[in-house]
């Protein structure tokens, strides 16, 4: 059974930042590409950023490459997201995902990221952004 356990979010003014925590097992991490998607409300769930384990390579969506981080600690079987420069536009609830590699093993682009892709998510979590 995967377990996506998060952690983190809350709300935080225009202009600061947050993390969010993601904790899972390191077969997890060694089965699937973790992303976070989030989405905010009327709207559809989105890609934010993808890590992939087999060889550390990273992946942030073109909207938030400038402000947001993805990464790893692979000691805690962590997986990391780091906002900055949060904007009102980020307020949404924040998931974990564990997603399917493609053909020959690899993690789609953050910008290619699609929920169908994804076999488990974590429960979600809320950031608020206020103006």
């Known amino acids: 059974q995967v377990q996506l356990m998060e952690s983190g979010g809350g709300s935080v003014q225009a202009g600061g930042s947050l993390n969010v925590s993601c904790a899972s097992s390191r077969d997890t991490f060694n089965r699937y590409c973790l992303a976070w998607f989030r989405q905010a409300t009327g709207k559809e769930r989105e890609g934010v950023a993808v890590f992939d384990s087999d060889g550390g390579s990273k992946s942030v969506a073109d909207s938030v490459k400038d402000r947001f981080t993805i990464s790893e600690d692979n000691d805690k079987n962590t997986l990391y997201l780091q906002m900055a420069g949060l904007k009102p536009e980020d307020t949404a609830m924040y998931y974990c995902?564990?997603?399917?590699?493609?053909?020959?093993?690899?993690?789609?682009?953050?910008?290619?990221?699609?929920?169908?892709?994804?076999?488990?998510w974590g429960q979600g979590i809320q950031l608020t952004v206020s103006s």
């Open positions: 995902a564990a997603v399917d590699r493609v053909g020959g093993g690899y993690c789609l682009g953050a910008n290619l990221l699609n929920r169908a892709d994804v076999s488990f």
